[in-house]
């Protein structure tokens, strides 16, 4: 079975400053998916950033970016000038959809507050 | 382009007692998937459909819980009868087969 680890569940960040959120994973499958996911008081949850684990290059999108080190099965996310409206929830999530019928398993989450 | 619809965004009921929470699919996505999410946690999969087959039901505790996709659409999640430990965020989300997960904004249920 697949596990996702979040081990940091909470950080904080200066206004406009770069912050990182570490996860780490463990599959025996080769082909999967990691995501991550934004989840604010609302409770919905938003797609930031998906990756293809067969991908080398590290997806981004505008201020978020990771660092995907398929050996060391780790995923991080970096956000780069921190906003107020990134305050939230941040899931790393784990989809692989050759023996895991594509259900998403997540980690326990990071409170990220971005304080002005 | 319309997101994942659900309803009701809040419910509170008393334990035993049953209810029932809807989800409205992006269209012409046939993957379908309720999550349950208790506090402090991450989403956990309930069950997911692909068109209005069950894919995968293992988590679903089938003594309480049911759902149903009847037309390949739309799809209703019930629990009979809700236990305290049912208080949850039931999130329902969407995709085509095998790729990214759109989700609704939540059913927050409180079972008192």
């Known amino acids: 079975a697949q596990t996702v680890t979040q081990s940091q569940p909470e950080m904080s960040v200066q206004e406009a400053e770069t912050v990182t959120l570490s996860c780490t994973y463990d599959t025996s499958e080769n082909n999967y998916y990691l995501f991550w996911y934004k989840q604010p008081p609302s409770r919905q949850m938003i797609l930031v950033i998906r990756?293809?684990?067969?991908?080398?290059q590290n997806a981004t999108e505008n201020r978020f970016s990771v660092n995907f080190q398929k050996a060391a099965k780790s995923f991080s996310l970096k956000i780069s000038d921190s906003q107020l409206g990134d305050t939230a929830m941040y899931f790393c999530a784990f989809m692989n959809w050759e023996t895991s019928g594509s259900r998403l398993t997540f980690g326990e989450g990071t409170q990220l507050t971005v304080n002005p | 382009e319309a997101g994942v619809a659900q309803s009701p965004r809040y419910k509170i009921i008393e334990k035993r007692q049953s209810v029932a929470f809807w989800c409205n699919p992006i269209s012409g996505h046939a993957t379908l998937y309720w999550y349950q999410q208790i506090l402090g946690q991450g989403p956990k999969l309930l069950i997911q459909?692909?068109?209005?087959?069950?894919?995968?039901d293992s988590q679903l505790p089938k003594d309480r819980f049911s759902a149903e996709r009847l037309k390949g659409v739309d799809s209703t999640l019930k629990i009979q009868p809700a236990k305290l430990e049912d208080s949850a965020v039931y999130l329902c989300a969407s995709s085509w087969p095998a790729d990214t997960q759109y989700f609704g904004p939540g059913t927050r249920l409180t079972v008192l």
């Open positions: 459909f692909q068109n209005n087959g069950v894919v995968d």
């Open positions: 990756q293809e684990a067969y991908k080398q």
